[in-house]
């Protein structure tokens, strides 16, 4: 080869060399103006998460990462000078190296890191320990929990995001509101909405407030739902509300289901338990706080059925019922025992002709003592003390049965979630899917606790909120599996401190979860 071709491989070579080297990330600080100033839990109520604020001097995409055993990578497509970054899933009590990139217009690239340090998680909060992992045959998303800690007779309130690992990644602190607020809803827009009574709280992934209201004659617990229209319905209580027992007027709450229009700060419409129900029908004593007297149905899950806009009620301590827009009845889901009038005095429709008959799969009704709830056939048994009510795409209705005082028999046995098949002409219901019964008191929770179709895999994802009576220490367990085989893909157990209560079976004196969820930790993903 002549000399003078080896000098122009050699520059080819060369050039190519200075070309790649030219096309590597450059130094973050060379596109910057100024520092990366971090503001860590800007609003006091996620202390998890940060706001990254820089300038660099040509308008640049950003992209960050949180690395470690379940990274954490959030893009920001529009290019800008001027930029507010959200970090979320930093991880707890250590210094997170995040790292920076930085891409202009053209396609240059420039990186780095900067650091952030997090303190401790509260003292307070559970230890969770992951016993089953299939990532490949599970739904995505982290593990969100819906905690109330006790705190001598109250409940101090906060949602918890947690990893594969079992690691609290993000956390919203709502201890501020000194009681139970209900419930972690992520709006349509990535916002989280809670219920606090008659208070509306919306705020962004940081905990920033981006709206408050309050409603006036109503209030709000447990549920709530975005309709199409930014209306929210929810599961509430109605201001001077009662009923009448031995001539006496006996103020009432959670019996009510209302729509809140947010546009207009007033409730476009409200469905009264009373006028359709026995308001003296009583199958539970007193427990965990509650008092039969005022509090005689519960009211704690509302469902809208698409295929007749009509509406599905859970009441904790009566059944499930279905209404139709004008507040009349269709159907009641509950044993056939103690169902008398309807109406707050007693004088309204005889609640038992609207009682759904159990069948089997061959459309047989069961026995009586099936019907009455006294026993449960091999392939059905009613919901008691239910929770968490959906209706699934098919139409049928899918709840958690948390089998308080099951077949009236104080001694906990099982708690499940359960898919029930209603024929409205024929008012009957037939079980068609169950889990949770098979497990005995691993899942067995008298209240509260969770079930959801996940709307990816399919799979059910099934949070047992208060377990106390497995033979462990008391804690909540989050199991998720596959429909319709039942294969557990996921499982995990929270260990409960019980640091601010006397752990006795009275409200407020025990650590407990609310609700389950998978949810993606970013907004919109």
Not at 341 to 369: C, H, R, S
Not at 438 to 443: P, Q, S
């Amino acid at each position: 080869m002549s000399s003078y071709r080896i000098s122009i491989l050699l520059g080819l070579l060369l050039t190519l060399g200075l070309w790649a080297c030219s096309n590597g990330p450059g130094p973050l600080e060379d596109q910057l103006r100024g520092e990366v100033q971090a503001d860590l839990n800007p609003s006091g109520r996620v202390p998890l998460g940060a706001l990254l604020k820089f300038t660099t001097k040509e308008p640049c995409r950003v992209s960050i990462t949180i690395p470690g055993p379940t990274p954490v990578t959030r893009d920001f497509r529009e290019a800008q000078r001027l930029h507010e970054i959200p970090v979320l899933g930093l991880y707890p009590g250590q210094v997170n190296e995040l790292s920076i990139t930085l891409t202009t217009e053209d396609g240059k690239t420039y990186s780095g890191t900067t650091s952030l340090t997090t303190e401790p998680l509260p003292a307070t909060f559970p230890s969770i320990e992951v016993t089953t992992l299939q990532r490949e045959n599970m739904e995505p998303g982290f593990h969100l929990i819906d905690l109330l800690i006790a705190n001598n007779g109250k409940f101090l309130p906060y949602t918890l995001m947690f990893d594969d690992q079992g690691v609290i990644r993000w956390f919203m602190d709502l201890s501020e509101n000194g009681q139970i607020t209900y419930t972690p809803y992520r709006l349509k827009n990535g916002n989280w909405l809670y219920l606090n009574w008659i208070d509306i709280l919306e705020v962004d992934d940081l905990g920033r407030t981006v709206k408050q209201e309050q409603m006036w004659g109503n209030a709000g617990n447990h549920e709530l739902l975005e309709m199409p229209d930014g209306m929210l319905l929810m599961t509430g209580s109605k201001k001077d509300s009662y009923v009448v027992r031995n001539g006496q007027q006996i103020p009432t709450r959670f019996d009510h289901v209302v729509l809140w229009d947010r546009a207009n700060n007033r409730t476009a419409k409200d469905w009264d338990l009373r006028a359709v129900l026995d308001v003296n029908r009583a199958i539970f004593p007193a427990d965990y706080g509650m008092d039969p007297s005022t509090d005689w149905f519960h009211v704690n899950s509302v469902a809208l059925d698409p295929s007749d806009n009509t509406l599905l009620v859970s009441g904790r301590n009566q059944g499930v019922v279905k209404i139709n827009q004008d507040n009349s009845l269709r159907w009641i889901l509950a044993p056939h025992v103690g169902w008398g009038k309807a109406g707050f005095d007693g004088t309204g429709l005889n609640t038992a002709d609207y009682l759904l008959t159990a069948v089997d799969a061959d459309g047989n009704p069961y026995p009586a003592e099936v019907q009455e709830g006294r026993v449960a056939a091999p392939d059905f048994d009613w919901p008691m003390g239910q929770h968490a009510l959906n209706v699934l795409p098919n139409g049928n209705l899918l709840l958690f049965d948390n089998g308080l005082r099951r077949h009236f028999d104080p001694a906990p046995q099982y708690s499940r979630a359960v898919e029930y098949q209603i024929d409205t002409e024929r008012k009957t219901v037939r079980q068609v899917w169950q889990y949770g019964k098979e497990r005995g008191l691993e899942m067995s929770s008298p209240i509260t606790s969770d079930v959801d179709q996940l709307p990816t895999t399919g799979n059910r994802l099934i949070t047992s909120g208060n377990l106390r009576a497995s033979g462990k220490e008391g804690h909540a367990k989050m199991v998720e599996v596959t429909y319709p085989g039942n294969q557990v893909v996921f499982e995990a157990d929270l260990y409960f401190k019980d640091k601010m209560g006397t752990k006795e079976p009275s409200w407020g004196q025990f650590d407990l979860v609310f609700r389950g969820e998978r949810y993606p930790l970013l907004p919109n993903q």
